[in-house]
C-alpha cells in the first residue's frame, strides 16, 4: 500500500515555471515506477511523464517533451516534476502515479495501482 501526497501546484504566467513534488509513504518506494498524469476539464487523464525505479529511464509525452523533466529521489521517497516554459494548454490537475509495473504499462496500458488527490496548476496567458 502506498500513499502519495503532491505539492506545488498553484498559478503562473504563461511561459513560467513550477515544481511539482510527490512524497510517498512507506519502505519500498525503490520499487515502485513513478509518474505524473493530468486531466483537464472535459478531457481523459492521461500521461505527462514516468520514471523508473532507479531513476535511469524516464519518458515523456510529446506535448510536454523538452519542457518538463521527471525525476526522483528513493531516499528521500519522493518523485518530482520540473515545468518549464509552461503554456496555457498545460492548465489541469495533476496526479502522482505509482505501479509496480514498468514504464511501458504506466504509459501505453495506462496501469496505475496508486494515485495521489491532485494539485491543480493554472497558467494564464
Known amino acids: 500500500q502506498v500513499q502519495l501526497v503532491e505539492s506545488g501546484g498553484g498559478l503562473v504566467q504563461a511561459g513560467g515555471s513550477l515544481r511539482l513534488s510527490c512524497a510517498a509513504s512507506g519502505r519500498t518506494f525503490s520499487t515502485y515506477v513513478m509518474g505524473w498524469f493530468r486531466q483537464a476539464p472535459g478531457k481523459e487523464r492521461d500521461v505527462v511523464a514516468a520514471i523508473s525505479r532507479s531513476g535511469g529511464s524516464t519518458y515523456y509525452a510529446d506535448s510536454v517533451k523538452g519542457r518538463f523533466t521527471i525525476s526522483r529521489d528513493n531516499a528521500k521517497n519522493t518523485v518530482y516534476l520540473q515545468m518549464n516554459s509552461l503554456k496555457p494548454e498545460d492548465t489541469a490537475v495533476y496526479y502522482c502515479?505509482?505501479?509496480?509495473?514498468?514504464?511501458?504499462?504506466?504509459?501505453?496500458?495506462?496501469?496505475?495501482?496508486?494515485w495521489g488527490k491532485g494539485t491543480l496548476v493554472t497558467v494564464s496567458s
Open positions: 502515479a505509482a505501479d509496480p509495473g514498468t514504464i511501458t504499462t504506466m504509459t501505453a496500458l495506462r496501469r496505475v495501482d496508486y
